[in-house]
């Protein structure tokens, strides 16, 4: 099975700043997708970026974007300006090209401070 | 609006006992996820199914069992089998098997009592 590791149980950042949120995986495979969710209190887990392995150019979504490292296997989320409501769990997950299964971290759990 | 319905938002459950949870959605989406989450465990995958009367198990299949006798829903049965079944349970659907994420109903909460 493929393994996703976030090495980071818990993070605290200050209102305004940024925070990188880091996630590494490992994989043989040349083709495969990355993925961040957010958990917030209310438990829904909602996609917040996504990364196709064949683009070099990393994603972005507003005030959310990605450190994509395909050599390294890294794929860290970093969030701008952070707001109160960016406070929750955050999950990384892989996908095969070719599967149908993702495999997820074992989450971040992100503070916000005003 | 479109979107995965779970209920209950929390279920008991006495030991010995067989606890359906049910999954509906109305995005036509084709393919239908269970997973399991505990805390520091992240999220684990029990069943998924791609298509109408076809499921294949996941990493923890054992003492769950699952049906989808219709595309809208995917409902799953934890056994009496399941030596522990307290957790949160959360459905999910796609298109293009995930190609472009999942998306995740609010969870049902499982607690035996």
């Known amino acids: 099975a493929q393994t996703v590791t976030q090495s980071q149980p818990e993070m605290s950042v200050q209102e305004a700043e940024t925070v990188t949120l880091s996630c590494t995986y490992d994989?043989?495979?040349?083709?495969?997708?990355l993925f961040w969710y957010k958990q917030p209190p209310s438990r829904q887990m909602i996609l917040v970026i996504r990364q196709e392995a064949y683009k070099q150019q990393n994603a972005t979504e507003n005030r959310f974007s990605v450190n994509f490292q395909k050599a390294a296997k890294s794929f860290s989320l970093k969030i701008s300006d952070s707001q109160l409501g960016d406070a929750a769990m955050y999950f990384c997950a892989y996908r095969r090209g070719a599967g149908n299964q993702f495999y997820f971290g074992t989450g971040t759990s992100l503070t916000v401070i005003p | 609006d479109g979107g995965i319905t779970q209920s209950p938002k929390y279920l008991f459950r006495k030991e010995g006992q067989n606890v359906t949870l049910s999954c509906e959605q109305n995005?036509?989406?084709?393919?239908m996820y269970w997973y399991r989450q505990d805390p520091g465990q992240g999220l684990r995958l029990i069943y998924y199914?791609?298509?109408?009367?076809?499921?294949q198990k996941g990493d923890i299949a054992e003492g769950y069992s699952v049906s989808r006798e219709k595309k809208e829903s995917f409902p799953l049965t934890v056994t009496s089998a399941q030596k522990n079944p307290t957790a949160f349970y959360l459905c999910?659907?796609?298109?293009?098997?995930?190609?472009?994420?999942?998306?995740f109903g609010s969870g049902t909460r499982l607690t035996v009592v």
């Open positions: 995005l036509n989406h084709d393919a």
């Open positions: 999910a659907s796609s298109i293009m098997w995930g190609l472009y994420g999942y998306t």
């Open positions: 994989t043989s495979e040349s083709d495969y997708y």
């Open positions: 199914s791609q298509i109408v009367n076809d499921f």
